[in-house]
């Protein structure tokens, strides 16, 4: 029989999971990573420094500046949620929790976008199961959303989202806007006004975060894709056509608005000819998106005929694919990798979806033994470090933690502990539910992967997180430089300080920081202490008088000088 999809799936394959656990799951996703841990290294407390700068008046909100410097990325939208969250908040609440609010939403909005996008897409004629000749066959809606499941899980499963999914940074609100943009095309056949919403704020956002060329090319796009689909309930071809039209000119409105703002700015940087340039490229491929591009990869193969089939109208295939791929030439054209590939994994999550009608019972095995051992593994190294630490037994474990972070002094919390024994506990009953024997569910080879990537980032946050915040946290060094420092100074000068170093001193320290290209005439100046160009010029006493070499004690390549002004 010539089957029109490879996807052959009975009704009693597609049970949904049930809403409050995956409600719960998503809960305990998310919340960890952004409560309880204090503003981490780089871009998540520079992001802040400039969020600060917008709250306290001190910046211009067009052109946000820290320390006089314009951030990396040109965004505007996440540093103006995150000023007004902590000018919101009340004064209880300390200022980096307050940021966070509004990214916690973006990564709830990043979820509940896939799923819808992914539900969508299941429901595309094209992406139908093949109808068996005497009934049975999964009904539409009930595919859909047993798909839509798994998409999500396949979301949650990938590896990189953890640690940049959490961060208060432009990268996850281009996530979340990506993911509406994605939501709004799936949707665009069934629905009007919640996926034109979505599409606006979708381009919208993604111009104002810093991605505006993205938001051209995947804006446009997405119109020709829906406008090339055929069999879509929208039916009338003058309907579908407005609303490719109506796509397009949201596009070209964020080009003029990109333009106004002036936030074309290039950054095209191409990978070198070298080969060890193309090895943590592909090493950055092989783990971040794990495991949704395997079989992404394996979607792409099994529905090959409707993918190349006429008028590449298989929208549930190419829409993912439009957005996998324009990440993936961010990825490869730009200095962020990560950052940039992170915005496909919505995308990726959906494609992997379409493999689970077509996997074999024999593959769906392998992924869960080696799902099962590598998390497993990973959780037992986690609880026999924390172990070590409180216990000293065993004794290499505590003794590599006090070589690589001297200074840290470990402590007992019940609540983190009662917690991450709870998602232990959680992870062996769903371990034993996976193995038994139960009516086949297309998201069941999925559940594993994205239990164990939850479980692992749970218990990081939960049982490391205090060990976590001294090593990737500026404030060790603060505390350090404060003991040098007088207690309320006029004024601080800077030179050569990071925009994530600038961040930390006013926000660890309080210090009224001014660089000392601005001509300040401040009695005390913290110099970066990594390149030694920084301080090249300088000589003892003329007027500067070194006082303290400062190092970050995780870090020992990370150091600041502290100077004293010298009476003439």
């Known amino acids: 029989m010539n089957q029109p999809t490879p996807a052959i799936v009975a009704q009693g394959a597609v049970r949904r999971l049930p809403r409050l656990a995956l409600w719960l799951f998503c809960a305990a996703y998310v919340l960890p990573g952004f409560l309880g841990r204090g503003p981490w290294k780089r871009e998540d407390i ?9 709250a306290r008046g001190t910046a211009d909100w067009w052109r946000p500046t820290l320390g006089g410097r314009s951030p990396d990325v040109d965004a505007l939208l996440p540093y103006w949620l995150g000023a007004w969250a902590i000018q919101a908040a009340p004064t ?15 990564l709830m909005t990043t979820l509940v976008a896939t799923w819808y ?21 999964a009904q539409p809606t009930d595919y859909a959303r047993a798909i839509a499941d798994g998409g999500l899980l396949a979301l949650i499963a990938c590896l990189g989202l953890a640690q940049l999914g959490h961060e208060t940074t432009p990268a996850l609100a281009q996530l979340s806007f990506t993911a509406l943009l994605f939501y709004a095309t799936a949707a665009l056949p069934y629905r009007t006004y919640t996926p034109g919403l979505a599409a606006v704020t979708g381009l919208v956002g993604l111009t104002l975060s810093g991605a505006p060329s993205l938001a051209m090319a995947l804006g446009t796009g997405c119109a020709a894709i829906y406008l090339l689909e055929s069999g879509s309930e929208s039916a009338e071809p003058q309907r579908q056509k407005r609303r490719a039209a109506g796509l397009l000119g949201i596009t070209l409105l964020c080009a003029t608005l990109a333009t106004w703002l002036n936030l074309w700015q290039w950054r095209i940087q ?86 689970l009608p077509t996997l074999e019972r ?125 207690a309320n100074p006029v004024c601080v000068s800077t030179l050569g300080l990071s925009r994530s170093q600038m961040a930390a001193f006013k926000f660890h320290g309080q210090l009224p920081l001014r660089p000392s290209e601005t001509g300040a005439n401040c009695p005390w100046l913290i110099a970066d202490g990594e390149d030694p160009r920084t301080t090249a010029g300088f000589v003892s006493g003329k007027p500067w008088l070194l006082r303290a070499t400062i190092r970050h004690p995780a870090d020992r390549d990370e150091k600041v000088y502290i100077f004293e002004r010298q009476a003439q």
């Open 46 to 54: 520079t992001a802040l420094g400039y969020m600060l700068e917008l």
């Open 92 to 106: 209880w609440l300390s200022a980096d929790w307050a940021a966070r609010l509004p990214f916690m939403l973006m």
């Open 117 to 137: 996008g992914v539900y969508y897409l299941a429901r595309s004629p094209l992406a139908q199961p093949v109808a068996f000749a005497f009934g049975g066959e």
């Open 270 to 355: 191409l990978p070198k000819a070298n080969w060890a340039d193309w090895q943590s490229l592909g090493r950055l491929f092989l783990w971040f998106a794990w495991p949704a591009w395997p079989l992404a990869i394996w979607t792409l193969w099994r529905w090959r005929h409707q993918l190349l089939g006429a008028r590449l109208s298989s929208r549930h295939l190419w829409l993912p694919l439009w957005f996998v791929l324009v990440a993936v030439a961010a990825t490869l054209t730009t200095s962020s990798a990560q950052r940039s590939l992170l915005l496909a994994l919505p995308t990726l999550a959906a494609l992997a979806a379409f493999a």
């Open 362 to 486: 024999s593959v769906g095995a392998l992924i869960d033994w080696f799902t099962l051992i590598f998390f497993s593994g990973c959780a037992v190294i986690i609880w026999v470090v924390w172990i070590s630490m409180q216990t000293g037994v065993p004794a290499q474990p505590a003794m590599n933690v006090a070589r690589l972070a001297p200074g840290f002094v470990h402590s007992f919390s019940f609540i983190p502990f009662l917690i991450a024994a709870g998602a232990s506990l959680t992870w062996a009953w769903l371990v034993k539910w996976r193995v038994g024997r139960h009516r086949a569910t297309l998201w069941k080879s999925v559940v594993l992967p994205a239990g164990g990537a939850a479980l692992c980032w749970l218990l990081l946050m939960t049982l490391w997180l205090p060990l976590l915040d001294f090593v990737r946290s500026y404030a060790p060094l603060v505390q350090q430089a404060a003991t040098v420092l007088p």
